[in-house]
């Protein structure tokens, strides 16, 4: 603790994590002798470098960026890069922490890593954003590679960012490695299916879930934090699955549309026009906007659906879900409820459904991107959707299964920290002390 004091994030996801492992430890006392908790939370490099750029008037900036390659035990490091003005080292280590652990639960060969840059994409010019991206990946480019690394998206790269950033290392590196980047365009090695994958992989583990409840999407009442790309699409899978979408937001404030969220125009606005979601009250007058984007989860609902950023729901918003009758969380974002607010939700019974379980399924398809790559062929967007469905309810009875064994039956927090540590565990273990 005293190494990582002032890494409150970090120190929070492994706190998670830990607290869930005492039963593993007791029945494998070899992992204790084996340093695994010493070794797994440091990560195996973390890089830091300065990104130069000039904007549209001339003037130069800079800014600073990170790449952890937290641990290679399963495969290549793997993991998105995010640009916001937030990111320090401690949300990249929490991010690349959280990785290993997703990406071992996918069942893919993937190692756990995550990037980005203290950047705010927000108000940029097309230009700027790609004189940025050149200039990060010009450092980045050094480090990964189709067998090495393989960064994705996050907050604030999508599509744009990644066609630039792999522009720029084809142009730095030559020759066309198609696997260094995932979440790439259709036209050039990108997968069906990647874009709409973490969203709806989301809604597929909801719903077994709740299917396990005797419950569904079916007529219920959802709110959606977001509106970005994990949101969008888990709004469009929880409708194609009978649900209404009554709420989901930006960080200036959430939109409430009694009548259901028209999809069209939000993904208009944020997808084409990168514009902000109070827009959507121009085209619809009947919903309303209110600032401040907390305020989204006193909206009452069935399922909510955490999709934005970390720690956006804390104790007292957890207590006025309950309140208002939420029967099921399902965690698109990472790490979006504090620890206090699962705590929350488990006293009370809410099915809940963690993050690095519940939004596993966009790394997931990431891995199938890497495969098609490789193989060079493309699958359709039924292929792909399919191994998506198949992979996330392998992933929900693999933690329901390791909740049951450690003693917490139904807890798939317990479940899905104890899946994802084991096999990494047992991988550190027969690599030997590196
Ligand atoms: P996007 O940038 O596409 O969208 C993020 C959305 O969340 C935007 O609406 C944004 O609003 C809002 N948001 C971001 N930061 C904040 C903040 N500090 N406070 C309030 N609102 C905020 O990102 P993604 O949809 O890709 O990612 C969302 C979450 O899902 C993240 O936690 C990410 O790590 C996680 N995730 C993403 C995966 C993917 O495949 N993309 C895979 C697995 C997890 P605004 O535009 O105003 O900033």
Not at 34 to 46: D, S
Not at 58 to 66: I, T
Not at 400 to 426: H, M, R, T
Request: charged share 20%.
């Amino acid at each position: 603790k005293s190494r990582n004091a002032n890494e409150v994030e970090f120190l929070q996801a492994v706190k998670e994590v830990f607290d869930s492992l005492v039963p593993v430890l007791a029945k494998h006392p070899h992992y204790i002798k084996h340093g695994i908790l010493e070794r797994v939370v440091e990560p195996e490099r973390l890089i830091t470098f300065r990104v130069p750029w000039m904007d549209d008037h001339g003037n130069v900036k800079v800014n600073r960026a990170f790449r952890v390659q937290f641990n290679s035990s399963l495969g290549p490091y793997k993991g998105g890069l995010r640009f916001h003005p937030s990111v320090n080292s401690s949300i990249i280590k929490f991010l690349g922490f959280e990785q290993i652990f997703k990406n071992s639960l996918t069942g893919q060969p993937i190692g756990g890593g995550k990037g980005g840059s203290d950047f705010d994409p927000k108000g940029k010019s097309d230009t700027e954003i790609m004189r940025f991206t050149q200039s990060f990946m010009t450092e980045l480019c050094k480090y990964i590679g189709p067998d090495v690394d393989v960064p994705a998206g996050d907050i604030g790269v999508g599509a744009r960012e990644i066609g630039f950033m792999f522009g720029q290392y084809k142009r730095i590196r030559g020759g066309f490695e198609a696997g260094v980047l995932t979440g790439k365009g259709l036209g050039y090695g990108g997968s069906l299916a990647r874009k709409e994958a973490t969203g709806y992989g989301a809604v597929y583990f909801v719903e077994e879930m709740m299917k396990d409840n005797k419950l569904s999407f079916k007529d219920s009442t959802v709110v959606v934090s977001g509106s970005g790309n994990v949101s969008i699409y888990a709004m469009e899978k929880a409708m194609q699955l009978g649900a209404k979408v009554v709420a989901c937001s930006d960080s200036s404030g959430y939109i409430y549309d009694e009548n259901g969220i028209d999809l069209h125009t939000v993904k208009r606005l944020k997808e084409i026009e990168y514009k902000r979601i109070s827009e959507y009250v121009q085209e619809h007058p009947h919903a309303k906007f209110v600032s401040g984007f907390e305020g989204i989860w006193s909206i009452p609902c069935d399922i909510a659906l955490p999709c934005a950023t970390q720690n956006e729901i804390d104790e007292s918003a957890a207590k006025v879900l309950v309140a208002n009758g939420v029967k099921a969380v399902g965690e698109g974002a990472n790490m979006p409820s504090t620890l206090e607010a699962i705590d929350v939700f488990l006293n009370n019974k809410i099915l809940f459904a963690p993050a690095k379980a519940a939004n596993a399924g966009g790394v997931s398809v990431s891995a199938l991107e890497m495969a098609q790559n490789s193989s060079r062929l493309s699958w359709t967007f039924e292929e792909v959707d399919a191994k998506l469905q198949d992979i996330m309810k392998n992933i929900y009875q693999e933690s329901v299964k390791a909740s049951e064994i450690y003693g917490a039956p139904g807890n798939l927090v317990v479940g899905a920290n104890i899946a994802g540590f084991v096999k990494v565990a047992d991988a550190m273990v027969s690599q030997g002390l590196v």
